[in-house]
């Protein structure tokens, strides 16, 4: 049985556009780039961009320090 997905914290959704908080959505359900990619209809570059944005706003350094604040945050 797999666990469901991470939730994003509420107060994370102050700092993110909607576009941004449809990123972290998608990579707390363990999507890499592509699947989020063609999800949303952007160019990889594109969500690369956001995620660069996401990071700073955040304060973590990548999506795996992203993912454990979500857990932490549960």
């Keep these: 049985m797999t666990p469901p997905p991470?939730?994003?914290?509420?107060e994370w959704q102050q700092l993110l556009t909607p576009r941004e908080a449809e990123i972290v959505n998608c990579l707390l359900r363990g999507w890499d780039n592509?699947?989020?990619?063609?999800?949303?209809?952007?160019?990889?570059?594109?969500?690369?961009?956001?995620?660069?944005?996401?990071?700073g706003k955040l304060g973590v350094d990548g999506r795996v320090a992203l993912i454990l604040q979500a857990a932490r945050n549960r």
């Design 6 to 10: 991470l939730v994003m914290p509420p």
């Design 34 to 55: 592509q699947l989020v990619a063609e999800h949303l209809g952007l160019a990889l570059a594109t969500v690369k961009k956001h995620l660069q944005n996401i990071f």
